[in-house]
């Protein structure tokens, strides 16, 4: 099946910054490093400027026994975990380290909505490196995302042994650093051993800057940057500039006004530095100011000269604070603090034309996201609609709805309100992210536009678009109508927009309970999105695919669908990890329907966590109330009704009428467990109409006449419920259906009937592995199945087993660890004592490879171990082997 290709690297960011040219050696630096990183995690954390970068790339070039190096230079759009493990991935690729080839692909981080499992996953690609790698992140200070600290925290905490990892950061990490440092598993280099000292001060402005200054004066001046070597540097350029033009005269005096917070003295150095420059120089880094990272190519095309190349290598020359990025210095940046004062000499106007060059460079070098930064920048709103309109289809198809919405938010509001198609992405992609109201505004606006007299054809996202809203308000054979309208129109193209009428009628037919057809629709778009390429409506489909199939009692088959789909959406290609939220809440569903609550509440809370990235409210909200049946399960009754709370939160914010019945149907169950019943019964009658389409309602709804002693309605309404499932082939729902039909004659006395019906019910749960129905039906219940006349099968005696020993809470305490790992778990764990590879782990349980390391990684985590060594000797230890 085809796959998005992904968007190319910056090599950039991947080389290792060159050691300076400071003709200054410190040895002790040296020797602390080289010590330091024999630990699992190196710190290097100072303020700016303190030479963190410049000491890394230092040892980097003189020490004699070293590890292969990895440089990752981060930015502030690593913030989001799919670039920053592409950037990763990439970083070891580029150290000659070969992990997660197209041939090795496994599934996204799947048990957590954090990055943590992609982490694990990564970790055991790398569990046999046979030669020591050492990782180095430089500027972490510009993550800020939670989830990567946690994901690089169980790095530290789970590493091979040969792997290192090493940190260049301003600011504290958010790490148990307090635990690392008892464990000996970290060193740290702060400001304090980076300053300069006194002498390395006078060393380095006279070797390096040709100043000679007087004791004094040097004691002053090393007192008022307090050794921080950039200080120093801005410090020595002035004294530099102040010799050339008025002699060696009055240095002291100079010297002595340099005081004041560091932010103080960078614009007094600065301005002093820039103000002494050539015209032709200071006007050139001026503009290019702007651009966060640049070539000499970029910056011909921003200052409109043939010549930067020169130029750049005169201020690389003349110290302004200038930054090679690769080792052919065709890239650089400048210091940040730097580029910020030369950013306030740049007036709005001249700003906005330079961000317009700087948006066409990156276009014609098929940089999109890039262009359209810069667009926006530069308020260059045709340039900006137009790369929009480039690039829609391709990021809707990776799932990217938080980067169009912001986008489309950033431009003008009277502009989106002037295009039929800007107007209709915005609704489209406020419905997804909950925010109705404004979503329906801009609806409005739309469909105005179309109905002008002389307005263009309507764009294919307005065909959508109206099928969507017919789905969310209770109109499902108009979805179909619509959804059918769009398809004619569309034709056999490969669009995007073809597979969401497609998609909008396989949901409508759901809605009007014709569950065989929608099938059918849904499994069309699926396959079709998925060859595409457009995988967020192709993951949409599967996931409501995955309970129809449920439904028509295919438990096991939708099971290896989600691992099939599951192996293809590999962490090596993490641009659609949020992606995988829709996929992992019908696999959390579906461990659901086989009592694995533990393995149920690990995908769901993750599949959630990734649905809300990903801007989904309703995979997001469907995903909660599941998790909230899994909770009580579990006996985790209060969690339970937490998630209810937030899934009706999340519904009341986005007055959908569609999310509000999910919410009230998830609330009717809790109660009713809770044996609640006129509270699970008012929950049902706020339903109204829509009581009468949705099967898992009414089952509740006989449910609460069943506790209410009303039998015989509770009967008829069960065969009117058996009719539809025989007739549309819902053999899972049949399942409960015969439960609920054997707890009914039980309570007319019927004998034969009850045992009958239970029969049926175990016949059809056998053959999928169906166990939950049996454990939400009754509490009763077992005393019926010893009685049943399959009772001696081996499914029965599971049951049984189910019924008295009820699946023990996720949430666990450290003491039974072992006992926190699934079943499933707990076979690899078995397999991998045997001494079986991923591979042959993956043949045995008859699942793939993905599915199988992601396991592998779990076991990792919950035994507290780094390597399939250290789980055996635990488990045999905890006895679990």
Partial sequence: MATTDHRPLLKAKLARPLAPRMGLS????????????????????????????????????????????????????????????????????????????????????????????????????????????????????????????????????????????????????????????????????????????????????????????????????????????????????????????????????????????????????????????????SEFVRKVCVLDRFCAGLC????????????????????????????????????????????????????????RKASAWFEAHDRGPEAIKHALAARSDADAVRLFRQQVEELLARGELPTLLAWLEMLPTTLVRQHQDLAGYKAWLLFMSGR????????????????????????????????????????PELAIELSQQALSRLGNTTSFFRLWPLFYSGLGLLRTGSTREAAEVLRQALDLGWSFGHRLTALDALGHLIPLMSGQGQLREAKLLCEEFLAQCSPSDEAHAPISGLLLIPMGMLAYERNELREA???????????????????????????????????????AWNAIAAARELADRSRNPRRRRAVLVASADLHLRDNNVEAGRLALEELGPA?????????????????SGATLPAMRMLGGIEAACRDQGQQGTLISVHLLQALGHRANGGRAATLEHLDKAISLAAAGGYVRPFLDADAELATLLRHASLGRSAFVEELLGAVRHPAQSPAASQETAPMQLTRTQLEVLVLIGKGLGNQQIAEQLVITVGTAKWHVSQIFEKLGVRNRSQAIAKARELSVL
């Fill in 436 to 475: 109705t109201t404004e979503a329906m505004e801009y609806h409005g606006v739309a469909t105005a536009l179309a109905a002008l007299p002389d307005a263009p054809e309507p764009p294919e996202i307005l065909f959508s678009l109206q099928a969507f809203i017919a789905i969310n308000s209770d109109q």
């Fill in 300 to 355: 011909d095309a921003v200052t409109g000269r043939s010549d930067s190349s020169a130029l750049l290598a005169a201020v690389e020359r003349g110290n302004l604070f200038l930054q090679r990025l690769d080792d052919q210095g065709r890239w650089f940046r400048f210091h940040q603090l730097f580029a910020d004062f030369l950013r306030n000499g740049v007036d709005e106007a001249e700003a906005f034309e330079l961000h």
């Fill in 691 to 707: 009581l009468e389409v949705a099967v898992e309602a009414q089952l509740l709804q006989v449910r609460v006449l069943l506790s």
């Fill in 26 to 281: 410190r040895p002790r630096l040296l020797e602390l490093l080289s010590d330091a990183i024999r630990r699992p995690f190196t710190l290097l954390c100072a303020p700016a400027g303190f030479g963190k970068s410049s000491l890394l790339s230092t040892w980097a070039a003189e020490a004699v026994e070293q590890p292969i190096a990895a440089w990752l230079v981060l930015d502030e759009e690593d913030n989001d975990p799919a670039r920053f493990f592409e950037y990763v991935r990439g970083a070891l690729r580029s150290a000659g380290i070969e992990i997660g080839g197209p041939a090795a692909r496994t599934h996204p981080g799947a048990a957590s909505p954090s990055a943590k499992d992609r982490m694990a996953v990564l970790l055991d690609d790398l569990a046999d490196l046979t030669q020591p790698v050492m990782l180095v992140l430089d500027d972490y200070h510009l993550v800020r995302n939670a989830e990567l600290d946690t994901a690089l925290a169980f790095l530290v905490e789970h590493a091979p042994e040969n792997l290192r990892l090493v940190m260049a950061t301003r600011e504290t990490p958010r790490f148990p650093l307090a635990r690392w440092r008892t464990k000996e598993w970290m060193s740290e280099i702060g400001a304090d051993q980076l300053r300069f000292t006194q002498e390395e001060a006078s060393a380095y402005l006279s070797r390096s800057m040709g100043l000679t200054i007087e004791p004094q004066s040097l004691r002053a001046l090393a007192a008022r940057t307090e050794g921080w070597i950039a200080g120093l540097q801005m410090a020595g350029l002035s004294l530099q500039r102040h010799i050339e033009v008025q002699g060696s005269a009055q240095l002291a005096q100079v010297v002595s006004a340099f005081n004041g917070e560091h932010s103080h003295v960078i614009d007094y150095l600065a301005g002093e530095v820039m103000r002494l420059q050539s015209r032709e120089l």
């Fill in 601 to 639: 509440v690990e995908l769901l809370e993750a599949g959630t966590g990734l649905c809300k990235r990903l801007g989904s409210v309703f995979h997001a909200l469907a995903g909660t109330c599941a998790l909230a049946k899994a909770f009580h399960a579990s006996g985790m009754r209060d969690r």
